[in-house]
């Protein structure tokens, strides 16, 4: 593979030539830095103490390094370890070094399980029968069309940068499985094929837990919620606020989504 290029444009040119079937996907290059140096500017940027104040927050303190933890650039270990040199007490970073650990966790799940990942660990908590799930993406979801300007801006923001915070990724899950009902392997081809961390393991385990098929029950949400913790970033600007699909209380949705008391 060459690895000089007079600019950026000439490296996504060589990119779309080298993997036709990749550009077919999607041609959008992420404007995001692969390499040591740039991991290292991360590494530094490690805050453990604001991270656990604000890591559920869209711009809360995360540091954005799954995809260089992903491809081998930086290990968990010298993470963890840089992460506790910065905190007075160890109790600091625990928040952040449990993250890690969740990482760590579902890597030794997938040793052991194999393509067992794309299987229900669990029968489903949703009180529904599977077949009650769509097997694919509906196409308004894929082309970021659904009118709701959440879901919209995470399937661009996702295409465009091979990149979602973590509480957005939950969100997007939950509303396909659960409120379009779709099966969660749908997502999670989906995320596979985009996310620049793209990792079968934290992926797949990740879509089970909000299915059900991997907790004791569903990851769901309400738009007073979403509207927390992006500060309004989506909701005041939403042609469908007021109405839309996450409108209501926890105990309204559930009745309206679930066949089951949780
Ligand atoms: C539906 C869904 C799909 C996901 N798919 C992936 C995936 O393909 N690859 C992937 O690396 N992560 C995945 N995650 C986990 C998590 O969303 C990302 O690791 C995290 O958002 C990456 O951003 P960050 O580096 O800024 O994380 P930070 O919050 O800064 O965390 C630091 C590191 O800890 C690890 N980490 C943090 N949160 C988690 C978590 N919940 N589970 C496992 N590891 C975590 C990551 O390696 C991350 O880089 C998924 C989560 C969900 C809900």
């Known amino acids: 593979m060459r690895r000089d290029f007079e600019n950026r444009e000439a490296l996504a040119l060589y990119l779309a030539q080298e993997f036709p079937q990749a550009a077919r996907i999607d041609g959008q290059i992420s404007p995001?830095?692969?390499?040591?140096?740039?991991?290292?500017?991360?590494?530094?940027?490690?805050n453990p103490d604001r991270y656990s104040l604000s890591r559920n927050y869209l711009d809360g303190r995360i540091t954005r390094l799954s995809p260089y933890i992903r491809h081998g650039v930086v290990t968990l270990k010298e993470t963890k370890e840089l992460a506790i040199a910065k905190v007075k007490d160890r109790l600091q970073a625990v928040k952040?070094?449990?993250?890690?650990?969740?990482?760590?966790?579902?890597?030794?799940?997938?040793?052991?399980?194999?393509?067992?990942?794309?299987?229900?660990?669990e029968e489903l908590k949703t009180g529904l029968p599977v077949d009650a799930y769509k097997q694919s993406l509906p196409e308004d979801i894929t082309s970021a069309t659904t009118g709701l300007a959440c879901m919209d801006a995470f399937v661009r923001e996702l295409r465009a940068t091979g990149y979602l915070h973590n509480h957005s990724r939950m969100w997007f899950a939950a509303y396909l499985v659960h409120f379009r009902r779709v099966r969660w392997q749908a997502g999670a081809r989906f995320f596979l094929s985009h996310l620049l961390d793209g990792d079968p393991a934290s992926n797949n385990l990740s879509w089970?837990?909000?299915?059900?098929?991997?907790?004791?029950?569903?990851?769901?949400?309400?738009?007073?919620?979403?509207?927390?913790?992006?500060?309004?970033?989506?909701?005041?600007?939403?042609?469908?606020?007021?109405?839309?699909?996450?409108?209501?209380?926890?105990?309204?949705?559930?009745?309206?989504?679930?066949?089951?008391?949780?």
């Open 32 to 46: 995001m830095r692969g390499g040591r140096k740039a991991a290292e500017l991360l590494l530094a940027e490690i």
């Open 208 to 262: 089970q837990w909000v299915a059900s098929t991997f907790a004791h029950k569903p990851y769901f949400f309400n738009r007073e919620n979403l509207e927390k913790y992006t500060n309004g970033l989506y909701c005041n600007s939403c042609s469908k606020r007021g109405h839309c699909d996450f409108e209501g209380s926890y105990e309204q949705l559930q009745d309206k989504l679930f066949r089951i008391q949780l």
């Open 96 to 121: 952040f070094v449990t993250e890690l650990a969740w990482r760590d966790y579902w890597q030794r799940l997938y040793a052991m399980l194999g393509k067992g990942i794309w299987e229900d660990r």
